[in-house]
């Protein structure tokens, strides 16, 4: 049987690798519908990828594509708050971390990120240049995603907290996974702990990347360290990351320095390790204090019958901001109840004094908590 | 003026404090009722849910008949 390139439920598409070179070589066609599908997507960046030159098999595309000079790719920050950004990554800047080797031949990577954001193309290329399938799991219901795990003996799944939190709860075990990496968002203790019941053989991983950086550190928990090779790019100036405009795509910045906006907490300086504690522009003032949303969020998911919650701020007339949460539960919560569940965990001005119940947490484009 | 009552007991209850069976305007919010500025956060919010004004927009509010001279009941 051909060796399957790409699966995609929502719009019909199962491309196998066979197909994709003819497709490649002009001896087929390849166009669905009207509207842009994933699969027109990766064969239009393997197409600008390759400029024309025709290919004798999967061999032979990837050392090709694996040789493309003078390509880039504009990409736009997702923005959780602020005006999208055009970012140009070159090929080597957006495939930097990816890890080519044999071992790695009969791997199954689910997609569950939007394919031209920077997280979906890391797994993009991960895959294409090992020669893997790729199965689609973006935008698709709990069930469906179950369903398609199984069909397909997924190996590798990389998506946010928020992802994962909604294939909870699950009585099943799916045996086939291997790797489960977290990334876009704060990594949560809880969520990782109940993943892994689900699927006992995966190595757990956390990711730190963005759209201006592509991949940069990863870990596997909270804690993340920097390679030998990132050390003179990467700095911590008042708990806020730095990168140094060398290992970044191109974006217009002035200086030298990129501000990621991403606050952390240093665990130990030398070596450097360090913890994400929020974005900078999450931080919430309340009277004073400094209040990760994060750091809520992740101790009310704790409480039973919890699905999903949003942490932000809201503008106060007494206090300059207020904390409020809304909360997406499987069974009715009593508001008290959460509070006196936060009472002895939080300091008090960081629980939350308004709390919605809402039917759905909103998400972003990305798959990222919607923050108000 | 129930409704003003059933706001402040309501925060009150939320952190399982004893409850008021009256409200008078000579009472203080801090001192006879026990607000702290999250407390007062809170009840601004809710007082302009229910009653349309930010009764801390421009000033600090002291009493019962503060709030009810800003509200206008």
């Known amino acids: 049987m051909d060796k399957l390139f790409f699966y995609n439920q929502i719009d019909n598409e199962n491309i196998t690798y066979r197909d994709l070179i003819m497709i490649l070589n002009g001896k087929a066609d390849y166009h669905i519908g009207t509207s842009q599908t994933y699969g027109d997507i990766f064969i239009n960046i393997i197409r600008t990828l390759l400029q024309g030159k025709p290919v004798t098999g999967v061999t032979d595309m990837i050392l090709k594509i694996r040789r493309a000079k003078d390509w880039n790719i504009n990409l736009y920050t997702s923005g959780t708050t602020g005006i999208p950004k055009k970012v140009t990554h070159s090929f080597d800047s957006l495939t930097r971390e990816i890890k080519v080797s044999r071992d790695r031949a009969e791997d199954i990577w689910g997609l569950a990120y939007n394919p031209m954001h920077m997280a979906g193309l890391q797994v993009f290329f991960q895959a294409l240049l090992n020669g893997n399938s790729i199965i689609n799991l973006f935008k698709l219901s709990k069930k469906n995603i179950y369903k398609l795990i199984e069909q397909f003996n997924i190996t590798h799944i990389s998506a946010t907290a928020t992802f994962y939190r909604q294939l909870l709860p699950c009585n099943k075990i799916f045996p086939s996974i291997k790797q489960i990496t977290f990334g876009g968002e704060k990594y949560s203790d809880k969520v990782s702990g109940e993943i892994k019941k689900i699927f006992p053989n995966a190595r757990i991983l956390n990711i730190y990347a963005s759209t201006e950086a592509g991949s940069l550190f990863t870990s596997n928990g909270d804690i993340f360290w920097i390679k030998d090779r990132y050390i003179p790019f990467v700095r911590v100036v008042d708990n806020e990351l730095l990168i140094h405009k060398d290992i970044l795509g191109e974006f217009g910045l002035s200086g030298d320095w990129y501000h990621t906006g991403d606050m952390v907490e240093i665990i130990n300086i030398n070596p450097l390790r360090f913890r994400f504690v929020a974005r900078k522009n999450e931080i919430i003032n309340v009277g004073g204090y400094n209040v990760s949303p994060h750091e809520v969020e992740e101790i009310i998911s704790k409480y039973p019958k919890v699905k999903n919650v949003v942490v932000y701020g809201k503008p106060n007339s007494v206090l300059g901001n207020i904390i409020c949460a809304d909360i997406e539960a499987v069974a009715s919560i009593g508001q008290k109840n959460i509070r006196l569940f936060l009472k002895d965990k939080l300091a008090d001005y960081k629980i939350p004094r308004i709390i919605n119940f809402v039917d759905k947490v909103e998400m972003t484009e990305t798959g990222k908590v919607k923050r108000i | ?73």
Do not use: C, P, Q
Not at chain 2, 37 to 44: G, I, K, N, P, V
């Open chain 2, 1 to 73: 003026m129930d409704k003003l009552k059933e706001i402040i007991n309501e925060i009150l209850d939320n952190s399982e404090r004893e409850t008021i069976k009256n409200i008078r305007d000579d009472m203080s919010l801090t001192d006879d009722i026990g607000f702290d500025s999250l407390d007062l956060a809170e009840l601004t919010v809710h007082v302009e849910k229910v009653f349309g004004i930010d009764i801390f927009e421009d000033g600090f509010v002291e009493s019962i008949g503060d709030i009810r001279k800003k509200i206008g009941i």
